[in-house]
């Protein structure tokens, strides 16, 4: 079974850039679609950017990170990273990578994806 693990989660001042990284114990993500999502409390989870299998490796982003964050796959390293820049303190909350077995990726919904991870926690704050 898929099992995904972030990583790279923190607190960062406004302005300020962090490096998320989805990884999965012994398999490689190449032919999965992985996607990015966060919650913040007392709202509900949204999509932030997703990149298409390795065949096709198309990425879309969500309008409010849309300049400042990037999706990027490294095969060698079976990982799927999202670095963000100029973070805004409504970027804060728990950002989760999921995988859908699939070689396009959608951010609407998280319903088509078969594992998740547990979560990191991004605080952006002064």
């Known amino acids: 079974q898929l099992q995904l693990v972030e990583s790279g989660g923190g607190l960062v001042q406004p302005g300020g850039s962090l490096r998320l990284s989805c990884a999965a114990s012994?398999?490689?993500?190449?032919?999965?679609?992985i996607g990015w999502f966060r919650q913040a409390p007392g709202k509900e989870r949204e999509g932030v950017s997703c990149?298409?299998?390795?065949?096709?490796?198309?990425?879309v982003y969500a309008d409010s990170v849309k300049g400042r964050f990037t999706i990027t796959r490294d095969n060698a390293k079976k990982t799927v990273a999202l670095q963000m820049n100029d973070l805004e303190p409504e970027d804060s909350g728990v950002y989760y990578c999921?995988?859908?077995?699939?070689?396009?990726?959608?951010?609407?919904?998280?319903?088509?994806?078969?594992?998740w991870g547990q979560g990191t926690q991004v605080t952006v704050s002064s």
């Open positions: 012994g398999y490689s993500l190449e032919h999965y679609a």
């Open positions: 999921a995988a859908d077995w699939a070689y396009n990726c959608r951010i609407t919904s998280g319903q088509s994806y078969d594992a």
């Open positions: 990149i298409s299998s390795s065949d096709i490796e198309s990425t």
